[in-house]
């Protein structure tokens, strides 16, 4: 077991699961590109670093039916969730568990056929630091993959950060609004891994996502980018009524609804880095 930075945001899986169907298909798509696993006469074995609710975790169990997962999380919320939810045997007598730990220290405790991450090491300074460590735990063979968010500098965020660095905000929140902004370039990100002598592929895709009801970006904020400020601000319910009414304003002006719904682009870079057999 890893320590638990004791300064991270607290976490709502019930409203990050409000958005699961357009959360998950990121997932499925960086499922698609992983190449076969080394493991033939044994189960693979499969960890999941920042793994959330652990409904994507699962479907992992859905490729590779008899694998041993470990999903790894800093947040008690989303482990109970998840350990709740789907630890124990998968569907095709695999088996499912769920551990805490820093990705920002987490290194392979033995060797993996693969090591998967979603949405997550964006949260996570300084991440590409650990590519080595990581790929030097994989079997032979064995892939490193990630997805993680490309939309800093879209409305929704750039709003964010504006509004956090307001006076009145900047001195209540201090760096809390920009804590999540941790990615590399596509470029960078495949120059790195191809460095350390793997296989890489490495895109990005902008989903044109449609939401429905009313402040949806706002709602979908909420369970990820806001976690920060929603976390500073704490039981001041008083101040996160004030912030929230800021900041739904802003977005209200720069995601209009739409006769269908509110269109809320958001672009994704992804990668698999597959280590020579
Ligand atoms: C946006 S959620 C993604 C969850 C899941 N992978 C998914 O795709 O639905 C980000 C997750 O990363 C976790 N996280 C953030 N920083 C982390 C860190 N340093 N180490 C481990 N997990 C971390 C959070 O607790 C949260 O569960």
Redesign the pocket.
Known sequence: MHSV?SA??T?D?QQ?LRH?GH??R??LDLLARIPGLPAQDRPARIA??????????VLLADRWTDAHIT?????P??LERAEKDWAGTTRGGGWLDFRP????H?TPDEPYDLIV????L???PNHPESFAAWIDGLHPGGTLAF?VPGNFTSPSHALLGELCETPEWRARLGDQGRRFVHVLDTEDYLTRLTGLGCEADVWETTYCQLLQGEDPVLDWVK??ALRPVLTTLGDDEEAVDHFLAQYRALLAEAYPPGPYGTVFPFRRLFAVARKRS
């Open positions: 930075h991270a945001p976490w899986p990050y699961s959360r998950t990121p997932f999941d670093l920042g793994s959330g609710p652990g409904n994507v975790t999903g790894f999380d800093l947040s919320e989303m730990a820093d990705a920002a987490w991450s979603n949405a997550a964006q949260w996570v997805q369970g990820t």
